[in-house]
């Protein structure tokens, strides 16, 4: 059961801008959300869907319909089977059974327990040919036999459609009254546009929205390692689809772009992105939440914060046995993790900036130590010896300290009854210190600690072991950055790190994340909800949502590396900057942070974000249905934010402090100022700033070009 948050004065209940749009009638609508990803786990917009579902359903109730591919074992481990409560549901159903098409029909076992119709690809590609000519008549789009993806997609779109149009005309059938029951349609992703696309060139009447979380060919363009953002404007994209060969799914996707009564994105730069490469600017912006109660710990964070360290603290002593010449106490953990996208996720400029620096730590002589990990998953066989070895020396030693412990207990215990200080040195006999110098033996080590965990089977042109080699990080005794690379992601059931995900990120103390092309960034948000500080970038949609929200991110634990207008190289420069400040921090200044950080929770919050679906809906049917459902089109977006203050108290950066030179992270200064996290709190919610339509530029500030109004 997901822990509740408390309504302290960290809350921002009660600051939250009104929803003034006029509330759907939902008793009279029928909602379908359609994703490749509904009970698949296969990326980001899993995540979206399924944290999302509980607000959505809360809202929508029994209405409220999610659709998708059928894959057994997903229906079997993940969907309770009944009947459809809706009779338009089950008559659709029942006709596209009759004519050889499997259905399934469920609740999704997650939050909010809401419905979900699975359809069996295979069961209906007999029709694919026949779907293809229809495809081609309908809109001129011609898809290779080749690409499974795309024609598994078109299999699905035709079904969907398919079985709107069944829905459509049951609902017209039963309309005595004139109020049938209208039907919206959200489809996410080009996988779920053949739906869309079918949809409306049949003149199915339904309220369409189609969201695109990342463009197609932005993701294959910015994999290529071109300046993706300053030359927007001059791609001839027609010839980069082409020559990438996936000139069909482009146009599958700016088809359903277009065909769309309303158009959404997930940020402000994807937006931008869309309006080159899909020829249409977005209507509205839907930014990526969370379900906080999943992640809130009842301000226990701090604690949990410091029980998972000391379990991470325990797989660095094992993996740096014979090495362990730096203090655990006085170490930093930082981490990257994602998908295994070098260029995109910024695993370049971040292993650039850690040699940076490694050279600024030594060079001011810091006793702080930077273990950093990278979280990404590889072409792997197995563990590597070495990395197994050294978590069973690491063992060994527990016992055997524990075996003397015990004996020595026993024997102070004995003596202290008798009313004598014992002899220390016939405490322990011979004995005891030969199974001692056994184990200090044992702990000797001739090689250098392993930079990967497992055997990599693309050692030699691995981008991240390669740049290593570069950079010349090899956890030798004089680096101050020491580097683990752990190419799988991580389970509680690994015999060399056994931590959930969750686990692990609470426990570190800060998420490196520069990425280059990241369309919303779910990495740093799950960091900020549960307190832990990140490293973001103004080209990702999380880092561009924080500096519209926060008049000093960086305060708040949020570091934004300007990789949009800034040279690759300053942008380096900034992210060093950003990291060796963060290593500059005393113990309690980073404790203020994480409490300042853990406070952005409700920022991103679907209780607070999931309104720009609202106003997206709404628009689509005041757009399909203008007779019914009335929306002024020149009216302003709805869709408001507030803007978080600089917080009352110092800054926790010690670039703003009187100190010249870095000082030990466990020394309190005595005239530190007083900090009572409530007050401040409470200052920050006074000094909230009006609400502000999002997307607007800042007054005094220029917009830049290419730069979207939405």
């Given at each position: 059961m997901p822990l509740s948050r408390s309504l302290s004065m960290t809350s921002l209940s009660g600051v939250l801008p009104a929803w003034e749009e006029d509330e759907l009638p939902v008793e009279d609508l029928l909602l379908f959300e359609v994703a490749w990803e509904v009970t698949n786990k296969v990326g980001g917009i899993y995540t979206v869907i399924q944290t999302k579902a509980r607000i959505t359903t809360d809202e929508w109730g029994e209405n409220y319909y999610m659709m998708g591919p059928y894959f057994e074992h997903n229906f079997k481990t993940q969907v309770e089977g009944c009947e459809p409560?809706?009779?338009?549901?089950?008559?659709?159903?029942?006709?596209?059974?009759?004519?050889?098409?499997?259905?399934?029909?469920?609740?999704?076992?997650?939050?909010?327990?809401?419905?979900?119709?699975?359809?069996?690809?295979g069961s209906a590609a007999w029709n694919l040919d026949r779907w293809k000519g229809d495809l081609w008549d309908t809109c001129n789009i011609g898809l290779p036999y080749h690409d499974r993806e795309a024609n598994d997609s078109l299999i699905l779109g035709s079904l969907i459609a398919w079985f709107f149009k069944e829905v459509s005309c049951f609902l017209c059938t039963i309309d005595h009254l004139g109020d049938k029951p209208n039907i919206i349609g959200h489809f996410h992703e080009w996988q779920a546009g053949p739906g869309l696309i079918l949809a409306r060139s049949r003149k199915i009447p339904m309220a369409t929205v189609f969201t695109t979380h990342a463009t197609l060919l932005g993701r294959y363009l910015c994999a290529g390692n071109v300046d993706f953002y300053n030359n927007l404007d001059k791609f001839d994209i027609d010839k980069e689809a082409g020559e990438r060969q996936i000139y069909h799914r482009y146009c599958l996707e700016r088809a359903a772009v277009h065909c769309s009564h309303v158009f959404t994105t997930v940020?402000?730069?994807?937006?931008?992105?869309?309006?080159?490469?899909?020829?249409?600017?977005?209507?509205?912006?839907?930014?990526?939440?969370?379900?906080?109660?999943?992640?809130?710990?009842?301000?226990?964070?701090?604690?949990?914060?410091?029980?998972?360290?000391?379990?991470?603290?325990?797989?660095?002593?094992?993996h740096f046995y014979g090495h362990l010449d730096f203090n655990l106490d006085k170490t930093l953990f930082f981490f990257?993790?994602?998908?295994?996208?070098?260029?995109?996720?910024?695993?370049?400029?971040?292993?650039?900036?850690?040699?940076?620096?490694?050279?600024?730590?030594?060079?001011?002589?810091?006793?702080?130590?930077?273990?950093?990990?990278?979280?990404?998953?590889?072409?792997t066989n197995n563990f590597n010896v070495e990395s197994l070895k050294g978590q069973a020396v690491r063992k060994q030693l527990w016992d055997t300290a524990h075996t003397v412990k015990e004996k020595f207990g026993k024997k102070l215990y004995g003596a202290l009854l008798k009313g004598q200080i014992p002899d220390m040195n016939s405490i322990l006999d011979r004995d005891d210190f030969t199974i001692m110098k056994r184990a200090?033996?044992?702990?000797q080590r001739h090689s250098l600690p392993p930079v990967t965990t497992h055997n990599m089977l693309e050692d030699?042109?691995?981008?991240?072991?390669?740049?290593?080699?570069?950079?010349?990080?090899?956890?030798?005794?004089?680096?101050?950055v020491k580097i683990i690379f752990h190419p799988e992601f991580l389970s509680s059931t690994s015999p060399l790190l056994p931590m959930d995900y969750e686990d692990f990120v609470r426990g570190c103390n800060l998420g490196v994340f520069p990425s280059y092309y990241e369309p919303w960034g779910y990495t740093p948000g799950e960091c900020t909800v549960m307190g832990i500080p990140s490293v973001t970038t103004n080209l990702s949609g999380f880092g561009c949502f924080m500096e519209e929200h926060i008049s000093d991110p960086a305060a708040y634990g949020i570091y934004i590396v300007d990789r949009r207008f800034r040279a690759p190289e300053e942008s380096c420069n900034q992210l060093t900057q950003?990291?060796?400040s963060f290593c500059q921090q005393s113990r309690r200044q980073r404790i203020i942070q994480r409490n300042r950080t853990e406070r952005l929770s409700d920022l991103?919050?679907?209780?607070?974000?999931?309104?720009?679906?609202?106003?997206?809906?709404?628009?689509?049917?005041?757009?399909?249905?203008?007779?019914?459902?009335?929306?002024?089109?020149?009216?302003?977006?709805?869709?408001?934010?507030?803007?978080?203050?600089?917080?009352?108290?110092?800054?926790p950066s010690p670039s703003a402090s009187l100190h010249s030179t870095p000082h030990h992270s466990d020394v309190e200064d005595e005239d530190d100022e007083p900090y009572d996290e409530d007050e401040e709190a409470e200052r920050d919610r006074l000094n909230i700033k009006p609400p502000f339509v999002l997307g607007a530029v800042p007054e005094g500030k220029k917009k830049q070009p290419g730069e979207s109004g939405n």
């Open positions: 409560p809706n009779p338009a549901i089950r008559k659709a159903m029942d006709s596209l059974i009759h004519n050889g098409c499997q259905v399934h029909f469920g609740r999704w076992l997650i939050e909010g327990s809401p419905y979900v119709i699975l359809f069996d690809i940020s402000q730069i994807t937006a931008v992105e869309a309006n080159h490469m899909l020829h249409r600017k977005p209507d509205v912006v839907t930014p990526n939440g969370l379900n906080v109660k999943k992640f809130s710990a009842m301000h226990e964070f701090q604690n949990l914060h410091s029980t998972n360290k000391v379990r991470i603290q325990e797989f660095v002593r094992g990257i993790a994602g998908r295994y996208e070098f260029s995109n996720k910024g695993a370049d400029i971040f292993l650039e900036s850690l040699s940076r620096l490694n050279y600024l730590l030594r060079v001011h002589r810091n006793d702080m130590t930077v273990v950093v990990f990278f979280i990404m998953p590889a072409k200090i033996y044992a702990t030699s042109t691995d981008p991240i072991l390669s740049n290593v080699r570069r950079i010349g990080l090899f956890n030798s005794r004089n680096d101050r950003f990291m060796f991103l919050d679907w209780r607070y974000l999931g309104r720009f679906y609202i106003h997206a809906r709404h628009l689509a049917l005041s757009r399909a249905f203008p007779d019914k459902f009335k929306m002024d089109p020149m009216a302003p977006l709805r869709t408001e934010g507030f803007r978080y203050p600089r917080p009352y108290s110092v800054p």
